[in-house]
């Protein structure tokens, strides 16, 4: 105010003379239109778009699906699976084969058996990539020998039972810790059912066993909390299944998948068959690696891909299964054509 009485009137006169010509040139009309085309312009995608209401009471929300997103066909799957000789089977872990809502988080003698029928197809290469810490996974799937592994979103990763945990290059520097774990133990002083998970280079505050509204409310609040006082920090913050993470810069599920593929690729026997399955926010990067790789052309051409999410959300994924269920049933579909060749060999030699 002070500045505007003690403005020399020649520059009044500019301001006003610049400001007049703004509000004549810009009325209501103007206005209007210009509201229009950018609505026009953020719902341009849509209407290529299926919107699915999905959910009831509180829980109802409405998503809209890409034309091309559906469910996952156990028979094209099985197809492609048996005229394919180099197979890459990438899984997730928890709400994939195990279900979320699970208290017993170690795998079913069901997916034990299942894995265990794919592995032993020399045509696969089948890798379980979680969040979850290397100790964990080597225990529950120790009946799996030739499963690969990969622990804390691939930070390491092992091929087989029998050989070495891996870890990746990156030089991690975890001094973000002293920030976040206080942060994450206030919101679990103040969220009953809520609990803290430390890994190596991970930190995860869970709230499935929370008051579902409170604790979703609460995981909102954390993660602009930890976004703010982590924003000069090489970390990334995310939200997925429950759960809201801090993880260093670089390590991601798809840094994994693409380390992976270039293996395959280098040994002389590139992938031809690929399937990813995976069902939060953590695994958009795998199907994110799997899509450029096919840009990139580093995937071969006839290469069958399938990228699956379980649950109808939106995702870079082209196909869906409603649940673990499924997933295990169409597991079992193609460990059943992997038995039949088997035989068949067995039977000409």
Sequence with gaps: MVSGITMLDSEKELRHEKHYKYVVSHDVAYWARSFHQDLERACSGHYRKRCWGIGFGLN?????LGPNF???SVEHIVSAYNSTNSRLILLDYDGTMMPPDRVDKSPSPEVISVLNSLCNDPKNVVFIISGRGKDSLGKWFSQCEKLGLSAEHGYFTRWTENSKWESCELAVDMDWKTIALPVMEHYTEATDGSSI????????WHHQEADPDFGLWQ?????DHLESVLANDPVVVKSGQQIVEVKPQGVSKGVVVKNLLETMKNTGKPADFVLCIGDDRSDEDMFEAISSSITSRSLPD?????ICTVGQKPSMA??????TFEVIKMLQGLS???AQQSSSKSGLA
């Design 302 to 306: 006839t290469t069958e891909v399938f």
């Design 70 to 72: 559906r469910k996952l």
């Design 336 to 338: 059943a054509v992997s």
């Design 197 to 204: 998970e430390q890994k190596k280079v991970l930190l995860f």
């Design 60 to 64: 109802f929300r409405v998503v809209a």
């Design 318 to 323: 082209k196909y869906y299964l409603d649940d």
């Design 219 to 223: 995981a909102k609040e954390l993660l």
